[in-house]
């Protein structure tokens, strides 16, 4: 089911906006990736099948995802993460640099609320609605996950949204996103919140590697990993 999922995502043109800029960023590149042939397309998420912890982005960087075709690889954001779930017994390696570097996931699997990287990081809502139908499938396809790590406030929401549309809740109100807090759901998922690892939250200290590390600790304890 992932794989047939992944095929019809990859070749979607559903949002015109995400669409241009994603496949303009891909033409311009950055100066220091001129070289190299940009993914440019929605990016599929990425691990184990058999995952009990879903890692919940928001989008593609730019010049990360949208250049590398895996998510949180070649960016600030992998860089910072990557190391953490090595650490974490979590990923088979501490560096995430192209889709063919070797890497595998164990126990966990990444995605994001929306699959092609948006103008400012900022998807909007209509892009967010476009990209629900692929998240709902493709939760629906990791069938052992007993946690969501949502990393910031938008994967928070759309991950609740997620049970709102599936009738496991009735609305998204009475959960309050903040680093560290931790709901368990009427499905039996534990959802647990985190900053997100952006470069913008690690450089100015709001997020740490200790504090990172401890979700992940966290989200292994509650799945029941050892």
């Known amino acids: 089911m992932l794989a047939f999922l992944r095929a019809e995502l990859v070749v979607c043109r559903e949002c ?8 303009a960023i891909g033409r311009e590149k950055r100066k220091a990736y001129r070289d190299q042939e940009y993914w440019a397309r929605p ?16 989008a593609p960087g ?3 995802s949208n250049r590398t075709g895996r ?10 993460m990557y190391p953490i779930l090595h650490k974490a017994g ?8 192209h889709r063919d570097d070797g890497l595998l996931l164990t126990g966990c699997y990444i995605t994001a609320v929306v699959r092609c990287a948006p103008p400012d990081n900022q998807p909007l809502p209509s ?41 496991v809740i009735a609305r998204k109100t009475g959960y309050r996103f903040g680093h560290g807090l931790s709901y ?10 985190s900053y997100h690892p ?26 029941g990993i050892r």
Not at 48 to 57: K, Q, S, T
Not at 135 to 149: F, G, P, S
Not at 201 to 220: D, S, V
């Open 71 to 80: 998510p949180f690889t070649g960016d600030a954001s992998g860089n910072f």
């Open 184 to 193: 368990k759901m009427p499905n039996g998922v534990t959802l647990l919140a």
């Open 127 to 167: 892009e967010l609605a476009n990209c629900a139908g692929y998240l709902d499938r493709e939760i629906a396809a990791l069938r052992y996950v007993k946690v969501v790590v949502a990393l910031g406030k938008i994967a928070f929401d759309g991950y609740l949204a997620h049970l709102v549309r599936t009738r």
């Open 43 to 58: 990016v599929p998420g990425f691990g184990d099948p058999d995952a009990r912890v879903l890692i919940l982005g928001l």
């Open 90 to 97: 979590l990923a088979s390696q501490p560096s995430a640099t």
């Open 62 to 64: 730019a010049h990360g």
């Open 198 to 223: 952006s470069n913008q939250n690690t450089a100015t200290g709001k997020l740490t590697a200790a504090m990172f590390e401890a979700i992940f600790r966290q989200a292994k304890a509650a799945a």
């Open 16 to 23: 015109p906006r995400l669409v241009e800029y994603r496949e």
